[in-house]
């Protein structure tokens, strides 16, 4: 113990920084963290005998550093929004990003009457650039319980716009200028390159993955490269090399070069969106070059602290981020363990170009495995060796783009051969990620803690002397608690299949998003995927499917075929019942990718199909021929209806298509009803239930979802006609049983 006192005696100002970084990350928002931090910090100081005066500054320091984050929290969160939500709007909304198409329509983040509001339409996105200008009209409404990231970003209110006019002005000041240095730079790195290499080009010099293929930026996810696409030190060390190389080519004295690269990185930092990542990386940076400046030594473990300190007297709320979480873990993880693991691999002479990236991502990865597996629940079993394959590419492929962004701010034509160079190398990347993301079991389900246990107990063995005493027994107990970790993570309560004659029907708990499971003699059927990140692989194990007979994607939404290509990644599909209708959008092109790459077919229906499968019998009564024609027609009214039959049971299952799209069909009564569009607002939904007279009705929706769905016209008509109604935003998945004693609803899980 007197050796850890004076260890921590011989550095107060870590300490205080430390006691500092405390006292915002928590804050007056959770009173007994805060106190049992200061319990903490008294009892550390007893045990260690530190002296009074510095026990008092930390006790000091965790206290003001709790009162400046709740003041900054009231800063951030004062709105005027809030007294409008429910109320029409009309104003200038300056886009902080470029409109993404999503599940509903699209969406952005802005700011109205300089306040952060996110806008969010049903059309076809507005051609605007971060930075532009829109005078827009419409309403504001409250923000949802899926809604919390944006809660995280002080967002209070959600703009649903009527009308939208580009006012071809952009934002002015610094901000602007940020602007139009990352346009033309964006410009650069996309010209002359296909799109997948121009995404990921843009990704990896300004963390900017928008541009991705949806089934690259999986592929990079799974294969825990996604890491590349998020600006952070890795970028900042490199920007850093990059300035020092052409200043030397210049022949420019070092004091320069050091001040140059600290401009640099001021530019770069807001250039590549300001993230929690980036901003630790330039702090970090900033740091070490301004202790070179003043010829003084410089401290990773004190320039880590600062840089939480920066990042959290921004934003207080940051450090409830998985980003600034996994950043800071992988940076801390560095400092602890690269240094031992290089050791180690030098002492049996592996060359240094090895043993440097190989440490680096060992640590990186011991330190980010057990945030990434409780914040997401996953953990990638080839992240090691992917990353090790793709460490040498991955800085002539980043100097490349930076080249290219620096001369494209001249002229984009100038930086094609820059980017004509990278074509192969990042062609590399790319098929290392996909090739990793297509092995078994490369992204499994892990819990945060077994994970946690298992890196913990690795981290003391790469500590360890070699001839420690307790290094063998730290080894035995990580493999053991890793293998215990992976059994349990992949454990689940897994459904029999439904009895012999037993047809079962599952409405899947995917949030806000369609998954409908029908399971009859032996096939599986699976109508729309629901939303990206709903989690519908692991509802499908859940439900015991190992294959599935039949996908269908009734149409071109997100929120129905969002997850299309992580099914047919994971599980064997015999066909794909194709509904997008020539519509192009991100998720039915990443779709069509995965369909085509595991050699499934994709078949485009039409009102009179039938599809048999045993006693199961699907048909096809909608879209015909004319709505098809219709192009420009909404997708939800070309979406596929199906009447599904099976032992004399009837089930509706509508997709997005309302009572205009259902009255005039030739329908028999039925039993069940797959409510359409989540419950939104239907006029004709009284007289549609008169004359279908279901029995039971489950209403797919996220839970307290922002769209107001369901609505509460569509409750009163369902209790008003008799029908029993489940949603899976209250009662999760619904399953129904049908044999020969009737229909069954199991209890909700």
């Not at 330190?367 to 914040?375: D, E, H, I, L, Y």
């Not at 460490?391 to 620096?406: C, D, E, H, Q």
């Not at 059927?525 to 859940?542: A, K, N, T």
């Not at 939904?685 to 929706?701: H, N, S, T």
């Amino acid at each position: 113990m007197s050796s850890v006192a004076e260890a921590l005696r011989g550095h107060p100002r870590h300490l205080l920084a430390g006691a500092l970084v405390a006292g915002l990350g928590i804050g007056w928002r959770s009173p007994l963290a805060l106190a049992a931090v200061l319990l903490a910090t008294a009892g550390l100081a007893v045990a260690t005998r530190f002296g009074a005066p510095l026990l008092l500054a930390l006790v000091a320091a965790v206290v003001l550093g709790a009162l400046f984050a709740d003041a900054r929290l009231s800063t951030l969160d004062r709105t005027q929004l809030t007294g409008l939500i429910g109320h029409a709007v009309r104003g200038e909304v300056v886009f902080t990003q470029a409109p993404r198409a999503g599940s509903f329509g699209w969406s952005a983040l802005g700011r109205l009457r300089g306040e952060p509001v996110l806008v969010r339409g049903n059309d076809r996105p507005p051609q605007l650039a971060a930075g532009e200008i829109a005078t827009v009209f419409g309403s504001l409404r409250p923000l949802g319980e899926g809604d919390g990231w944006l809660a995280a970003q002080h967002v209070r209110a959600i703009l649903k716009p009527n009308s939208l006019q580009i006012s071809a002005r952009q934002r002015g000041g610094l901000a602007g200028f940020v602007d139009r240095v990352r346009w033309r730079a964006t410009g650069a790195l996309s010209a002359q390159l296909p799109p997948a290499q121009a995404g990921l080009l843009r990704g990896m010099t300004l963390g900017d993955d928008s541009a991705m293929p949806t089934e690259l930026r999986n592929a990079m996810r799974r294969s825990g490269l996604g890491h590349l696409v998020a600006a952070s030190g890795a970028n900042v060390a490199l920007l850093i090399l990059l300035v020092f190389a052409l200043g030397a080519a210049l022949a420019a004295p070092r004091s320069a070069r050091l001040v140059f690269a600290l401009f640099a990185i001021a530019l770069y930092v807001p250039l590549a969106g300001s993230g929690a990542s980036i901003q630790r990386a330039g702090v970090m940076g900033a740091a070490v070059l301004v202790a070179a400046i003043a010829s003084r030594p410089s401290s990773r473990w004190y320039a880590l602290l600062l840089a939480a300190i920066v990042t959290l007297a921004l934003d207080p709320l940051a450090a409830e981020q998985p980003g600034w979480q996994l950043s800071f873990a992988a940076v801390a993880a560095i400092g602890a363990l690269a240094g031992p693991l290089r050791e180690r691999l030098d002492a049996r002479r592996v060359p240094a170009l090895i043993s440097e990236p190989v440490a680096l991502t060992a640590a990186a990865t011991l330190g980010s495995a057990p945030v990434a597996a409780a914040a997401f629940g996953t953990l990638s079993l080839v992240s090691l060796p992917a990353n090790l394959a793709a460490a040498l590419i991955v800085a002539p492929v980043t100097w490349l783009g930076m080249v290219a962004a620096l001369v494209g701010q001249l002229s984009a034509p100038l930086a094609a051969p820059l980017t004509w160079l990278a074509y192969w190398p990042l062609s590399a990347i790319i098929a290392i990620a996909r090739f990793s993301a297509s092995l078994p079991a490369a992204q499994v389900n892990a819990g945060g803690p077994i994970v946690a246990a298992g890196c913990t107990c690795l981290a003391l063995m790469v500590r360890a002397r070699s001839g420690h005493r307790y290094a063998a027994t730290a080894g035995v107990l990580c493999a053991a608690l890793a293998a215990i970790g992976l059994f349990v993570s992949r454990e689940r309560a897994v459904l029999a299949p439904p009895a012999a004659g037993t047809t079962r029907l599952s409405f899947l708990d995917v949030g806000q998003g369609d998954a409908t499971l029908v399971q009859s003699g032996g096939h599986a059927v699976l109508v729309d995927s629901g939303p990206p990140g709903g989690g519908v692989v692991e509802r499908l194990r859940e439900e015991g499917i190992e294959e599935l007979d039949l996908l269908v994607a009734t149409h071109a939404q997100a929120d129905h075929l969002g997850a299309a290509d992580e099914i047919l990644e994971e599980i064997p599909v015999a066909a794909v019942l194709d509904g997008r209708d020539g519509v192009v959008e991100p998720e039915g092109s990443a779709m069509a990718e995965s369909a085509a790459r595991k050699g499934v077919p994709l078949v485009a229906p039409s009102a009179g199909d039938a599809i048999n499968l045993g006693s199961l019998k699907l048909e096809i009564v909608s879209p015909d021929g004319n709505a098809r024609s219709a192009r420009e027609a909404d997708p939800n009214q070309r979406a596929i209806v199906i009447l599904a039959s099976v032992a004399g049971l009837r089930l509706l299952l509508t997709a997005d298509a309302e009572s205009d799209v259902l009255a005039p069909l030739q329908l028999p009564m039925i039993d069940v009803l797959k409510v359409s569009h989540h419950g939104s607002s239907d006029d004709g939904l009284p007289r549609l239930l008169e004359r279908l007279r279901p029995q039971v009705a489950v209403i797919e929706v996220g839970a307290r979802n922002s769209y107001g769905h369901p609505t509460a016209e569509t409750i009163s008509a369902l209790r008003e006609a008799g029908v029993r109604t489940w949603r899976t935003d209250k009662d999760g998945t619904v399953r129904i049983e049908v044999d020969s004693g009737g229909l069954h609803v199991q209890r909700p899980t």
